[in-house]
């Protein structure tokens, strides 16, 4: 009895032993995958997709529960990155490309409350108190936030222009 | 020399007689010309004149921001009227920013530099003048002259090909230039030979004027004129679109192969136009600018085709009054040749450095049919000189699946157009492809946007973290004093302005 008390005790430490290490070594973060769905999003916390944040979003996309089309900073290059991360199929061009927007100020109205100053996620607005503040557009994602703090309705989104630099052939329509 | 033979290709009907006779003539001075500030590739060029100053022939008017741009000058002499947005010579019909000058009728030159003799010049002086001069290629692609010369810093160049192929139907700008000013042409080269040759060692460069064999005048006329010179040769290549693209015409003249994606000069081969060759003739020998072009005006809808000097920012409706009106409402009006050319929303576009053509087209000549299912006869495969299977490309770009198309090689065709052309079942092969390219470069964009965002999300946390460690500190040293802000507000929170970086800038 003594050697299969031995035995057991013995084979029991031993595996003990082995599931403590494997669980140290192979460890798993929480959700890997919705960790690599945050780091391709565009992490300014917007909110545009309807969730508090990014990470929020991500995980929801992990879960399956928000399309991969779901952020409409990132457009149709991340849905395009997000599917082939997640390995399902999508057709593009089928969905529509919110247009991007960004911010205006409207000089004559703007007081120069700093609001939107403070809460813009990426740093796009420029301004000091009642001074005219500026938008920098290569910044601005178009997420609206300055516009929902804006006192005098000062801010909206407009859509960007096309230029000849952005131009390109539409896709034929054909019926075949 | 042997021709080495390209695959794919097509045997278009030329339909160049009608303009190939007449010799070139110069347009009267328009009443106002639009001299569009990006003509090139390349950031475009920052005025350096005002509303209303008066300007001299040949004055500058834009000024390149950077290596990679362009100068623009004055056409003629006369008043700025305008700076501003204004149509460009461009299917899309946006506006691109412009010069506006009011001819005065005068001509007057600015005062040119004491001509020099450029073949004393070091290689350094002449690309700064070419540069200066505005030369940008006048293939076509308008990229600037100086900037392709200057790669032979950074790649051996041994052979200078220049292109005359002008295998475009209805063409024939570069035709008549090489039949009536040949010499020019000539001079042209040999002072490109003298920039590219400088300190270098071991054999000397050879240039060969590449021409193809249906422009039997213009092969005669620059041989003769580069028979005194032994380093310049002509070379007659076969009539066959798109041999006057480079990497073709460089596989065509010296059997080398341009790697995909890889430029010309890797390979030690550099390629210039013959209009090119004669700008920089001008602006070396002459210190005059680039301020006028041959154009090519042709097509069925027009009264009387023949080239014509123009003056860059002419009015393509000027253009068309002084050749003597249409004949009848073209179908289609087009800027360049009828297979890479592109769409003019209307006439009322500046002529630019790029301009070979214009052409009226009638709807017979357009000879337009509704698109019909792919019968996969293959026949684009077998045309395309690219090596490429356009069917399964364009089969994948209308699956949505851009990135299938980029693996069949969507980044290696050149644009040509054969394929759509081919086509017997007349599918826009060449639209699908262009808005595959452009659809791919604007996702890059986007995806470029929204890095940069996230990278300034993320300096926003870190300063909104330091500001709040900040506080903390200032809160525990003094800890009488009020905390004023809750944990939690970090996003809405006020930062501090003492510290907030854009309060400071
Ligand atoms: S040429 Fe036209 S019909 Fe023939 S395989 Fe190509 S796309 Fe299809
Ligand atoms: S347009 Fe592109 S795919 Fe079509 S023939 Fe030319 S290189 Fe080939």
Not at chain 1, 37 to 63: N, T
Request: aromatic letters at 2%; charged letters at 20%.
């Amino acid at each position: 009895m003594f050697a299969a008390v031995f035995c057991l005790t013995l084979l029991g430490g031993a595996l003990g032993l082995l599931l403590a290490v494997a669980a140290q070594r192979l460890k798993v973060n929480d959700d890997p995958l919705a960790a690599e769905i945050e780091a391709l999003l565009p992490g300014s916390q917007c909110g545009q997709c309807g969730y508090p944040g990014c990470g929020a979003g991500a995980i929801a996309i992990a879960a399956g529960e928000a399309p991969v089309t779901l952020c409409p900073p990132g457009g149709r290059a991340l849905a395009q990155r997000l599917a082939s991360t997640l390995g399902i199929e999508l057709d593009l061009s089928q969905v529509a490309d919110g247009a991007p927007m960004v911010a205006v100020a409207r000089e004559d109205i703007c007081t120069g409350c700093t609001r939107c100053r403070k809460i813009c996620p990426t740093d796009a607005i420029l301004g000091a108190p009642r001074q005219l503040h500026a938008i920098i557009r290569d910044a601005c994602t178009g997420c609206g936030r300055c516009v929902e703090v804006c006192p005098t309705e000062s801010l909206a989104l407009h859509p960007v222009a096309v230029t000849l630099e952005t131009w390109y052939w539409p896709r034929p329509q054909l019926p075949i | 020399m042997r021709i080495v033979h390209v695959r794919g290709g097509v045997r278009l009907n030329g339909r160049k007689r009608r303009a190939e006779r007449g010799r070139i003539t110069s347009l009267p001075i328009p009443a106002y010309l639009n001299v569009p500030l990006k003509q090139h590739i390349g950031a475009p060029a920052e005025p350096v004149v005002r509303v209303g100053e008066h300007v001299l022939k040949g004055q500058l008017l834009g000024r390149p921001p950077g290596p990679m741009s362009a100068p623009v000058h004055a056409p003629t002499s006369g008043r700025v009227i305008a700076i501003g947005a204004a149509p460009a010579p461009h299917p899309s019909g946006l506006d691109t920013p412009t010069i506006t000058v009011q001819s005065d009728g005068e001509e007057q030159w600015i005062e040119l530099a004491p001509p020099i003799d450029p073949l004393a010049l070091d290689a350094a002086a002449i690309e700064e003048r070419i540069a200066d001069a505005g030369v940008v290629g006048l293939g076509g692609a308008a990229f600037p002259a100086a900037v392709k010369l200057r790669l032979r810093t950074r790649h051996p160049i041994h052979t200078l090909i220049v292109n005359g192929a002008e295998c475009e139907p209805y063409l024939t700008c570069d035709d008549r230039l090489m039949q009536e000013r040949a010499e020019e042409i000539i001079d042209g080269v040999r002072i490109m030979l003298r920039a590219l040759e400088q300190d270098r060692s071991g054999p000397s460069i050879r240039a060969l004027i590449a021409i193809e064999n249906n422009k039997g005048d213009a092969l005669a006329a620059l041989k003769k004129a580069a028979s005194a010179h032994p380093g310049i040769a002509t070379i007659a290549v076969p009539t066959r679109y798109p041999m006057g693209s480079e990497k073709h015409l460089i596989r065509a003249v010296t059997g080398k192969e341009v790697p995909a994606r890889a430029l010309a000069p890797e390979i030690g081969v550099l390629v210039h136009n013959v209009g090119t060759a004669f700008a920089i003739h001008r602006a070396l020998r002459f210190g005059k600018p680039l301020i006028s072009r041959i154009v090519t005006l042709s097509g069925g809808a027009v009264a009387s085709p023949q080239n014509f000097e123009v003056l860059i920012g002419t009015p393509v409706s000027a253009l068309l009054r002084a050749a003597g009106g249409l004949r009848q409402p073209p179908a289609r009006l087009l800027m360049g040749g009828p297979m890479m050319g592109a769409m003019l929303p209307h006439a009322e576009v500046p002529i630019v450095k790029g301009t070979s053509g214009i052409l009226a087209l009638t709807s017979a000549e357009i000879a337009a049919r509704p698109a019909a299912p792919c019968i996969r006869c293959g026949t684009c495969v077998a045309v395309c000189p690219c090596g490429l299977v356009p069917v399964e490309m364009v089969s994948q770009i209308r699956g949505g699946r851009l990135e299938g198309a980029l693996r069949f090689g969507l980044l290696d065709c050149v644009g040509c157009g054969t394929c759509a052309y081919s086509c017997p079942s007349r599918i826009p092969l060449l639209q699908y492809l262009n808005f595959a390219k452009g659809e791919l470069t604007a996702r890059e964009r986007t995806k470029h946007k929204a890095e940069e965002a996230r990278r300034l999300a993320e300096r926003r946390r870190l300063r909104l973290a330091q500001q709040a460690e900040a506080r903390a500190a200032t809160a525990t040293a003094r800890p009488r004093q009020q905390h004023r802000h809750p944990e939690g507000s970090e996003a809405t929170g006020a930062p501090d302005r003492t510290t907030n970086p854009q309060v400071a800038a």
